[in-house]
């Protein structure tokens, strides 16, 4: 059943179906239409209001439950469903796992459309709370309000916000209490900071206007206790600044790395600024397996530490290394799986656009005391060619983990011809995975598929592909 409120059509005794993309649900409308829904669980019975209404779906909003599905659970966090980081905390965790594999699939086959063998069981992750090692915050003078807090006439004190960005709205920040993400002492020095700035009255920055003091916070925590602090300013106000920074330095003594940046253009990204540092050392140790890996304020390393040495070790298994082999490790950023595979290999090639991140992996190869390991700077789709191949021997087996967008068809081609008797595809996104799948059918056979749960609570799945050549 369907009724009209003003210009938004509401639907009543709507069950809903499927977790869809990005952690949305999907159900069906009366007319035939998908609907999709946030913030309710496959089995719920809900009734929607629309907000969205395109020639094929609706978006819409549940107002009203009638049947609460089995799947269900009640969220441990304060900030779900405003808080965009963690879609599925409302869902019991094998049934996220069932999901997140069940995405996989039809990607693979929706897209890739190729002879795919029976998927290995999904490896869901120990820790389903208090698992990344990198969080960032943003700071805001005028804090994201809930719908009690805009309809009440009481004083709403403080403005000021230091959390996540709402969903779809980048100047708003929600301020976040606690986060469920991180383990501690994150929460702690992001809530002393806000209380400080505020006590001192250090101004929190307005994305809209470009003013304000206070931009961002990034905290890094490793597996070795070691952690990383750096804060975004956006202008430079040398006393406020030392007496931020000295109060985080004495309160959190802990603190390994305390490093900050001055940033005064349109963006807050800080890959192309200098980062500084006040206190300690300017990187941290992360460890796997004996080996070590620096980590700086601009690496890249996969945010769940536990579960990237269980990742590590299925591409490990799937490469089916003896030690013969000449190993290519693509997109290698700071060369993690190369050095990983190395001690199976005879020599391995980490292939990345980063500079910084080559010099990263040829300071954790020494470090490691790894000498069959070599790093090389390029775009993938140039540094990739016969000359290089000449230069540094035909690869036995090539592992490949490019970015979201998947490889470059140049890239594609470039392995095509090379065609190694192995490549293993690890990827954060197997809908690019599988278009890259079928413009490889013609030469490999996928003989191997198993997903990996790297962020529990969320939509979000890694894939590991092992292709044989015919």
């Known amino acids: 059943m369907a009724r009209k409120i003003t210009d938004k059509i509401v639907f009543d005794h709507i069950k809903v179906l499927d977790a869809g993309a990005k952690g949305v649900s999907v159900a069906k409308a009366p007319d035939g239409k998908v609907i999709f829904i946030p913030n309710v669980v496959p089995g719920d019975v809900v009734d929607v209001q629309t907000f969205k209404k395109r020639k094929a779906y609706y978006e819409g909003k549940a107002v009203r439950f009638h049947e609460y599905s089995e799947h269900r659970i009640e969220p441990i966090c304060e900030h779900f469903g405003v808080c965009g980081g963690c879609k599925w905390q409302n869902m019991k965790y094998e049934q996220q796992l069932y999901y997140k594999q069940n995405e996989v699939k039809n990607h693979l086959q929706r897209i890739g459309k190729i002879e795919l063998p029976e998927f290995e069981p999904i490896l869901g992750s120990e820790k389903q709370f208090f698992y990344r090692n990198k969080m960032e915050f943003g700071f805001s003078n005028a804090r994201w309000l809930t719908e009690k807090e805009i309809d009440s006439t009481d004083d709403l004190g403080n403005k000021n916000a230091l959390g996540f960005h709402i969903p779809k709205m980048w100047d708003k920040i929600l301020d976040i209490t606690k986060c469920h993400l991180q383990e501690d002492p994150s929460n702690a020095i992001r809530n002393e900071i806000r209380a400080f700035a505020i006590d001192n009255d250090l101004t929190f920055f307005n994305p809209r206007n470009h003013e304000g003091f ?17 804060i975004q300013f956006f202008e430079e106000q040398k006393q406020n600044r030392e007496l931020l920074l000295h109060f985080l330095a004495e309160r959190f003594p802990e603190i390994t790395s305390l490093q900050y940046v001055i940033n005064g253009k349109p963006n807050d990204t800080i890959y192309d600024q200098k980062v500084i540092l006040f206190k300690g050392r300017d990187y941290i140790l992360e460890e796997m397996e004996g080996l ?5 304020a601009k690496s890249f390393y996969q945010t769940n530490s536990s579960q990237a040495f269980e990742l590590y070790k299925i591409t490990r298994d799937f490469a089916g290394l003896t030690g013969d082999e000449v190993v290519y490790d693509l997109y290698t950023g700071t060369g993690t799986i190369a050095q990983f595979v190395s001690k199976n290999a005879k020599k391995v090639i980490g292939v990345e656009a980063v500079p910084e991140a080559i010099s990263d992996a040829k300071e954790n190869a020494k470090r490691n005391e790894i000498t069959n390991c070599e790093f090389f700077v390029g775009d993938m789709k140039v540094v990739f060619n016969e000359q290089f191949i000449a230069q540094h021997g035909k690869p036995d087996v090539i592992i490949t983990d490019p970015p979201r967008d998947g490889m470059h068809k140049d890239v594609i081609e470039q392995i095509m011809k090379i065609a190694p008797d192995r490549i293993v595809y690890v990827s954060c996104n197997s809908a690019t995975q599988a278009r890259d799948l079928a413009l ?31």
């Open 214 to 230: 206070l931009r961002t916070l990034m905290i890094r925590t490793a597996s070795t206790g070691e952690l990383m602090v750096l």
């Open 440 to 470: 490889m059918d013609e030469k490999y056979k996928v003989t191997r598929v198993r997903p990996v749960d790297m962020f529990p609570q969320t939509h979000h799945v890694e894939n590991v592909v092992l292709l044989e050549k015919r």
């Open 292 to 296: 070590k890996f620096s980590i700086n």
